[in-house]
């Protein structure tokens, strides 16, 4: 019966997280991320039974049939969600909590030819975004977002947005969208129209797991453009004051020439009078010598 249910769960992610899907036989005879998990399932159970040359063949008769490589030795959660999914790689000792989603061209790859675990550990609900390269034996924590093309070489954690080459953390819990009221509603709205059982307490759990995974991986920060911006910012202020500065400058010689002007009038005022004065003296002096 666990089998069946985790057959009916692997299909019910694909319509969850991927609006293309239309019928079920679709789902089951065209996505190949389906079938890479299916197959992996099998060459996992015999890896785990010490049967790794037959597990290594089943590995690549996947990798033949879907494009998708992933080792026989990786511990896959369920709810994997694989879209389209060429090129993906997913290494030995990678472990991959529930409700992860890859899109094509992932890596999930270790760093050198260490022993024993050097691949890393994905946590609940992470999203990786188209081409992101995640190595070496580290956690990503869970609800973490991975943007598309980034090389995430160390430790992510949870609710973190990592983008960029190497990847650095741009979002750090940030506000989320959906509070638990939501999550109810949609969970809700969901089981009405997949035609599922609301008063199933386990079915509800699972879908209210299922559902937390945010697959906007195109709504990211630019810490580029931000960090432009704010250069931006400071030099129009910077501009602003020195034309502030040059306008108080000009009002401050305008006001030294028109006192300038002032003290020269002055000047030439007591001159005159200076002036004035003597000639008066010496018309005086004048008119004496002449008496």
């Known amino acids: 019966m666990k089998f069946f249910s985790r057959i009916k769960k692997d299909i019910r992610v694909i319509f969850e997280r991927d609006p293309a899907a239309k019928s079920v036989l679709e789902v089951i005879l065209c996505y190949s991320g389906l079938h890479a998990i299916w197959l992996h399932r099998i060459s996992h159970a015999l890896f785990k039974r010490g049967w790794i040359v037959s597990a290594r063949l089943v590995s690549n008769f996947c990798r033949f049939l879907t494009g998708i490589e992933i080792h026989p030795g990786a511990t896959i959660g369920d709810g994997l969600f694989i879209d389209h999914g060429t090129g993906i790689v997913i290494g030995e000792t990678a472990e991959l909590g529930k409700n992860v989603t890859l899109y094509q061209g992932v890596t999930l790859g270790g760093t050198g030819k260490e022993k024993g675990k050097r691949h890393p550990t994905i946590g609940n609900n992470v999203v990786v975004a188209t081409g992101a390269k995640v190595l070496g034996s580290f956690k990503v924590g869970d609800h973490a977002k991975i943007g598309a093309g980034s090389v995430v070489l160390k430790e992510v954690p949870p609710h973190a947005t990592v983008v960029g080459i190497p990847g650095r953390v741009v979002v750090l819990h940030g506000k989320r969208v959906h509070n638990e009221e939501e999550y109810r509603e949609a969970v809700a709205e969901l089981c009405k129209a997949r035609g599922y059982d609301v008063d199933n307490p386990q079915i509800f759990s699972e879908l209210m797991e299922e559902i937390d995974v945010d697959l906007n991986h195109d709504v990211l920060p630019d810490p580029e453009r931000e960090m432009i911006e704010v250069a931006l910012r400071q030099i129009q202020r910077l501009e602003s004051r020195v034309n502030e500065l040059e306008r108080e ?41 002449r008496s």
């Open 249 to 289: 400058l000009a009002a401050a010689r305008a006001e030294i020439s028109a006192e300038a002007m002032r003290t020269s009038s002055i000047e030439v005022s007591l001159t005159n009078k200076v002036d004035l004065t003597k000639r008066s003296v010496e018309h005086e002096n004048s008119t004496e010598n």
